[in-house]
């Protein structure tokens, strides 16, 4: 049993869900109690979509437990094939109808329908939501693939795309920039799975000669069955980043046996403005940002590699909900000498981002809530989403455009070069006062303390303070005010650390000092 | 499964009722926690569920994210289920940690999910349990909140019927009161308080209280009024009490308000002239504010997908007081007798659905096109890409629209959308 406010990932029928929303022609029927259908929300809200998701709940009731939520599931599945005329189905059951133990494949079975029936077992109990679509995807890669087949010799090479899904964070258009860069590099797309594809078209995903993994949290499995099915060798590298597509091109480029030194420009490629945006003088001040980023594996480590190669940030937390991807998470974090946070507990992320008091959190919607209550920066980079990451504008994540899509979205909340010098040399001053913000972020994005009657975080209540705590004296608590209120909370933290250290009990002006010259970059 | 079964001979002028089977497309019990959460202000709601639960309650109350929190989901994981880990023990651990952390909760929901009914934890007698355990710091309850027992604001019945039992007693020789009975907002709650005094009766109270330490009083000399049409359980439970249900439409539009004020007026034995005098300013406010949306709305047929069971009141009222024509009024379930004065003045032109299969609706609201079409969340987007209009339903629950100076406001939510397609021209 465990306590739970909010959740990193929905339940694994989510993520079937996703998976069959993402399709054409494919219909899912869920058997689930009444109230499941919420999940039609998230997708005709959060995405916009205009149509319903492809989804049959049988929506039981305590009263069908008793006579035969099996007749139900038949005949719920065999209406959905006649209304729905689907190409193919995909069944299975959610948390509730797990424990009835009803086997919606084997149910379907019997129906025998004149489509390929899909069986999932979704393992509502110990998965979430990514392993739920991976294991769909899988199914019905599985399932529809095919056998072995020779491969013609083409012209230009041809690869699947793997990985995009409904309600995945810039799947729409991640998918849309590397469809164009393969182009541009030589390379032609056979199926793009499962957005927008249809069971007939997944019964050509053995056609290809390799594999793109845009999600590896959605399309390793998928990825790693054809491989062994039929021979086909899948990419490694998440193309997001300038250094992670240059990456990814070299990558494709060897899969697809084409010339590795080709320039870019002879493709067409525009690379991305972000080396150059980066590099001007204009970006000095980001120099030692100090990022905590937390979000899906594939995400957060590659906002680590822009973070340090491409922004010139220090990370100073590091982790991840998927906790598949646990290993390479720890990894990647040992190189800036902290622990990885490997967790699904938003609480913990809470406490940690508050004890690192970083610059900017580069997180999900879940770290855009706390990092508003801590009144810090925040650029979302991943999912859970909001309706807020379904913009209208072409905002992709990956490829040279994504990354030019990055360096505003993480750029755009923090303050702005010259206005931070200001802000710090003119702390007195009735417009530059410790309220106010950039001014570009508006009037009403000025950091108000919270009210002292707001309920505290769970995290703050469980916290203790030490008895030792060293005491503010007058003098240096009034110093402590004049230093601009987004580096406050950390010169607080440093200084009282620095005290505590060297066991004095009191913080003077000069104790401030020393610890801003202990501690000073 | 499917067949549509045609229930009851109607009351003559009644319009029929059909009841289908098939998809339900409604919230489970659980989605109340949204707004109970944030009524009953030191009150914390423990789901006893799965990862589906909390994903629910976080999806329904996206957007009071920023607010922390009184709810929680306990997930029960494998080793609950496989008995490796004592669900009562796991249970004790996650309450006597919730209550740890949050010294300001004096009331403890224990809300019982769809897997843990089917597995049959019993929360009732765990919450006796704990409640043992933790009196007098806080009070411990339960009540089901799960897809199978309950639909949506169903959710909000089970859990004031659970606080019945728990009011204190009142004097068989007290005088006689009034009790407000229903989730509403503490604005609409203020302005009856108001009203109620204005016409004599003094000191009415509500449930839900704002406060557990605020828990009012029942007996057999308290008349209760319900806000809310949902509300059968709680109705019962304070029947079980010797409290007397005051029969009325709910307070819905100028009419509708004034018909329930009227109820608890004539129960109390207020002369009609005081109780004109009181009202009447009100009421004058109301009608003055309707008439703005009256041209837009007037003759426009209006459609119900089930949701709220608020469907039948709105239904009467935009019918009756702003000339809309109701085609097909659907709502999860009908409570015949808590219905039976809005059933009287629905125009018989309605066809009524209890607990619709949604492809099947689909298909009549396709054919029939209406104006505007009432709808969850999940099927707003999908119809209004169809050319349909739609408003969506959950806004009715999270927005004050009883009393007298919220009509316009209710009738402004019927009339945005119809104002919006007016001024786009993309």
Sequence with gaps: MQLT???????????????????????????????????????????????????????????????????????????????FSPRAMIVGASCTAELLQDDPGGLARALDLPIPVIPLELSAYDKKENWGAAETLYRLARGLSGGRRQRPSRPRPLANLLGPTALGFRHRDDTVEISKLLGALGVDIGVTAP????????????????NIVLYPEIALPT?????????????????????ATRDFIAEVRALASLNASAPLQESKIEESRLPWWSRSVDSTYLTAKRVFIFGDATHALAAERIAREEMGFDVVGLGTYSREWAREVRERAKVHDIEALITDDYLEVEEAIAAAQPDLVLGTQMERHIAKRLQLPCAVISSPTHVQDFPARYAPQMGFEGANVIFDAWVHPLMMGLEEHLLGMFREDSEFHEGASASHLGAFSAPQRAPAAQAPPLSALAEKSAPLDPQWSDEASKELRKIPFFVRGKARGNTEKFARERGLTTISLGTLYDAKAHYGR | MNQTVSLRPPAPGAPPLVQERGQREVFCGLTGIVWLHRKIQDAFFLVVGSRTCAHLIQSAAGVMIFAEPRFATAILDQRDLAGIADINDELDRVVSRLLERRPDIKLLFLVASCPSEVIKIDLVRAARRLSRQHEPRARVLSYSGSGIEKTFTEGEDACLAALVPELPAEAATAAPSLLVVGALADIVEDQFAAIFADIGIADARFLPMRRASAMPAVGPNTRFLLAQPFLAETARALESRGARRLAAPFPLGAEGTTLWLKAAADAFGVPASRFETAVAPGRARAQKSLTRHIERLSGKRIFFFPDSQLEIPLARFLAREVGMRPIEVATPYLHRQLLEEELALLPSEARLFEGPDVDRQLDRCRAARPDLTVCGLGLANPLEAEGLPTKWSIELLFTPIQGYDQAGDLAELFARPLARRSRLEV
């Design chain 1, 5 to 83: 406010l909010w959740t990193y990932e929905g339940p694994p029928h989510i993520g079937a869900i996703r998976v069959a929303t993402a399709m054409n022609g494919l219909h899912f029927v869920l058997h689930a109690p009444q109230g499941d259908t919420y999940a039609d929300l998230l997708f005709t809200m959060i995405e916009r979509r205009a149509e319903r998701p492809p989804v049959t709940y049988t929506t039981f009731q305590a009263r069908d437990l008793g006579s035969d939520t099996a007749e139900i599931f038949k005949a719920s599945a065999y209406e959905a094939f006649e209304r």
């Design chain 1, 195 to 210: 957005l927008g594809a249809s069971p007939d078209d997944l019964t050509r995903l053995g056609e290809a000669d390799f």
């Design chain 1, 223 to 243: 990825a790693q069955y054809l491989e062994k099915a039929h021979g086909q060798p899948y990419t490694r590298t998440a193309p997001i980043g300038v250094g």
